[in-house]
């Protein structure tokens, strides 16, 4: 599916801009890229900068015009490094992927089109994309170098995409040791857990049973509020089991530490 929504660079004066997009692009799942009229390609310095993304670059077509660039598809997105040039609809980078997936969705297929290093997309190539996104950077210094830019909006794709496909964007791995660190204390845990905790405050002369206070409570809702596993509850009842012994004056040195 991400193979139709394609890349399209306008005039690119440096060839490593050109790897580092291809690079970019495949390191998010994307296939096809269109270069307008490049100043230097193919080139071996492009070829280093895509790392790897050889096949990008080899099958890359090359073209003399936005126009040709832009055959067969149904959404184009221009980028613009300045906010709001000219008013225009404007999608977030964000909004961007997702309108983009939703696209190719429905059979269409799309363009990200991508200016010059040092000028941009000219008014007239802007007002051929239906719609300008712009990464929203430090106004002061707004301009991302071109092969940066291509790799946030097609990292916005992939999350787009992987959302779409109900796919994970973070890998969990699911170990015994990790269940366990994960599974939550139970209430029945927690409250032993409160008596525990109590009795060894008490017999180390932090909590008064007479003046209690609220300090109960409070721990309560501190630990209420952490969300706590069977494992850290384990090393919480340890702790408390060790002072105990430590104020009793046994010998409470660990065998295992
Ligand atoms: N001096 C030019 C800079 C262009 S940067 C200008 O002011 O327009 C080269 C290309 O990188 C831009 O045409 C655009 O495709 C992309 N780019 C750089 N910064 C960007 C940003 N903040 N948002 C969107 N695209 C950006």
Same mark, same amino acid.
């Given at each position: 599916?991400?193979?139709?929504?394609?890349?399209?660079? *306008?005039?690119?004066?440096?060839?490593?801009?050109?790897?580092?997009?291809?690079?970019?692009?495949?390191?998010?799942?994307?296939?096809?890229?269109?270069?307008?009229?490049?100043?230097?390609?193919?080139?071996?310095?492009?070829?280093?900068?895509?790392?790897?993304?050889?096949?990008?670059?080899?099958?890359? #077509?090359? &073209?003399?015009?936005?126009?040709?660039?832009?055959?067969?598809?149904?959404? &184009?997105?221009?980028?613009?490094?300045?906010?709001?040039?000219?008013?225009?609809?404007?999608?977030?980078?964000?909004?961007?992927?997702?309108? !983009? *997936?939703?696209?190719?969705?429905?059979?269409?297929?799309?363009?990200? *089109?991508?200016? +010059?290093?040092?000028?941009?997309?000219?008014?007239? %190539?802007? #007002?051929?994309?239906?719609?300008?996104? =712009?990464?929203?950077?430090?106004?002061?210094?707004? !301009?991302?170098?071109?092969?940066?830019? &291509?790799?946030?909006?097609?990292?916005? *794709?992939? /999350?787009?995409?992987?959302?779409?496909?109900?796919?994970?964007?973070?890998?969990?791995?699911?170990?015994?040791?990790? /269940?366990?660190?994960?599974?939550?204390?139970?209430?029945?845990?927690? %409250?032993?857990?409160?008596? =525990?905790?109590? !009795?060894?405050?008490? %017999?180390?002369?932090?909590?008064?049973?007479?003046?209690?206070? =609220?300090?109960?409570?409070?721990?309560?809702?501190?630990?209420?509020?952490?969300?706590?596993?069977?494992?850290?509850?384990?090393?919480? +009842?340890?702790?408390?089991? %060790?002072? #105990?012994?430590?104020?009793?004056?046994?010998?409470?040195?660990?065998?295992?530490?």
């Amino acid at each position: 599916m991400l193979q139709n929504i394609r890349v399209v660079l *306008v005039n690119t004066s440096h060839p490593g801009n050109i790897g580092g997009a291809a690079r970019a692009m495949k390191n998010m799942g994307l296939t096809k890229l269109v270069l307008v009229d490049p100043m230097d390609f193919p080139s071996p310095e492009a070829r280093a900068r895509a790392s790897g993304a050889d096949d990008i670059l080899d099958g890359a #077509q090359v &073209v003399a015009t936005l126009e040709e660039a832009l055959v067969g598809c149904s959404l &184009v997105v221009g980028t613009s490094a300045r906010d709001r040039r000219i008013p225009w609809p404007l999608l977030d980078p964000r909004e961007c992927g997702r309108t !983009s *997936v939703e696209q190719v969705q429905v059979g269409g297929e799309v363009a990200l *089109v991508f200016g +010059r290093e040092y000028a941009g997309l000219t008014n007239e %190539e802007l #007002q051929r994309c239906q719609y300008h996104v =712009h990464i929203p950077s430090n106004p002061e210094f707004s !301009s991302l170098n071109l092969a940066a830019a &291509v790799q946030v909006l097609v990292y916005e *794709v992939r /999350m787009a995409w992987l959302e779409q496909e109900g796919l994970p964007s973070k890998v969990e791995k699911v170990e015994a040791t990790a /269940m366990l660190n994960t599974q939550p204390a139970t209430v029945d845990e927690l %409250e032993r857990y409160y008596e =525990h905790l109590e !009795s060894t405050l008490v %017999e180390i002369g932090f909590l008064d049973p007479e003046k209690p206070r =609220h300090l109960m409570s409070r721990l309560r809702r501190l630990y209420g509020r952490s969300n706590i596993s069977k494992l850290e509850m384990n090393i919480l +009842r340890g702790i408390l089991t %060790e002072t #105990q012994k430590a104020v009793r004056g046994e010998t409470g040195k660990r065998s295992d530490t």
